[in-house]
Nanobody, 114 residues
């Protein structure tokens, strides 16, 4: 059974940073693409970033240059380093095994105050 447990969210001010983590289990982590998606209040799920098994990374235009996705295959953990946070980054953040977030964890809340 796939299990994904996110952590690292919190309340920060504009321009501050956070690092999200996701403990993954129940599948061959090193072989999977991993994704971060988010859902702002009243909005649908939005794809944020992806990393493939070889370490190639991809970003939504809205976070490019500010967010960095990495993975540690020894720890079965993807990370999302978020710098220069903006109020519009406020959302519940999920790690997922697909780009639409159909298989995702319970999420970690990120709130950015202005």
């Amino acid at each position: 059974e796939v299990q994904l447990v996110e952590s690292g969210g919190g309340l920060v001010q504009t321009a501050e940073s956070l690092r999200l983590s996701c403990a993954a289990s129940g599948f061959t982590f090193s072989s999977y693409w991993m994704y971060w998606v988010r859902q702002a209040p009243g909005k649908g799920l939005e794809w944020v970033s992806a990393i493939n098994s070889g370490g190639d990374t991809y970003y939504a235009d809205s976070v490019k240059g500010r967010f960095t996705i990495t993975r540690d295959n020894a720890k079965n953990t993807p990370y999302l380093q978020m710098n220069s946070l903006k109020p519009e980054d406020t959302a519940m953040y999920y790690c997922a095994t697909d780009s639409r977030g159909n298989v995702r964890g319970q999420g970690t809340q990120v709130t950015v105050s202005s």
